[in-house]
């Protein structure tokens, strides 16, 4: 499509006008955040991610952007300081992997995770977290997130069973990638995905909401998603109601034939199914044909408005993570802005 017809300014131009601003403004630039490289070169100031984020005041004000080499770094993460931003500044999300081992450790579900954020305003850009422990390992997430206010851009999640953790607060991922099995997406998190793809490895279930009672705002909303996998046609489900009150709906979503004509599941052992809200909307796909049981719910287009991304996220606060969104381009800037920073002192 030509952006010249589309009314929107062409992403080149975009680009060109943000570089132009950054040599304009440098010493601006430098002060409105803390960049901190990590990667394998001598010119990084640290070599894996965690030592960067230590290095970051607890108490601060000032975003941190830690801005990541490609490679492959094995570590476990917790990132416990606000304002932080992890950025690839590689080519693609793949270029920069942040993996570790790790299986569930009884009664301590933050200790199950490769990565885990702890402290609000967080944003990831651009590259791939992992758990590598495998398939039949049990629980072993590639990221939890209990922080409010958190942003997944360009980002890829892989693992097997309970890949993502949506645990607390609110949390908003774009463009993204989450690969797995068995509830692959979980947790209590008030999450918006857009234009994100669901991949099922085999079969089982794309998510597992965790919303315990009627007035709670969390739940998972789906838009303009795609689901698909190398799982068998007909073996995974949408969602299963993991606590009483689960809540999930997929908003114009692509629906590939994994999915199984009843599209959700019950939980064995408990009714959480008939107090759950599961919820769709103009999906599209073979997954999106067959009969659903009569406990889900097929919204119309009246419908759908508390489901927006600025409904579902807003808060009291009014929070609007597409504008903390970065643009197309700006992994590069932060390589080139350090430079600029470092001329002018």
Known sequence: MNASNTGQTPWRARFGAVMFAAVALAAPACLAHVQLPVGPAAGAQFATVQAAINSIPADTTQRHIITIAPGTYTEQIRVNKPLVTLRGVGATPGATVLTFNQVAQPGNPLANASTAIQSKDFIADNLTFENSAGDNTGQALAM?????????????????????????????????????????????????????????????????????????????????????????????????????????????????????????????????????????????????????????????????????????????????????????GLALLGMIVPILCSRRK
């Open 144 to 328: 939890y997130v209990r922080a409010d206010r958190a942003i997944f851009n360009n980002v890829r999640f892989l693992g097997w069973q309970d890949t993502l953790r949506s645990e607390t607060g609110r949390h908003y991922f774009l463009n993204c990638y989450v690969e797995g099995d068995v509830d692959f997406v979980y947790g209590k998190g008030q999450a918006f995905f857009e234009n994100c793809t669901l991949f099922a490895k085999s079969g089982g279930y794309v998510t597992a909401q965790a919303r315990e009672g009627p007035t709670e705002t969390n739940g998972f909303v789906f838009y303009r998603a795609t689901v698909t996998g190398s799982a068998p046609a007909g073996s995974v489900y949408l969602g299963r109601p993991w606590q009483a009150y689960s809540r999930s709906i997929f908003i114009e979503s692509s629906l590939g034939n994994v999915i199984n004509a009843a599209g959700w599941s019950a939980w064995a052992g408990n009714s959480n199914h008939l107090t759950s809200f599961f919820a769709e909307h103009a999906n599209t796909g073979p997954g999106a044909a067959g009969s659903r049981p009569a406990w889900t719910f097929q919204l119309g287009p009246n419908d759908i408005a508390p489901y927006s991304r600025q409904n579902w996220l807003s808060g009291s606060d009014g929070w609007d993570p597409a504008a903390a969104v970065p643009e197309p």
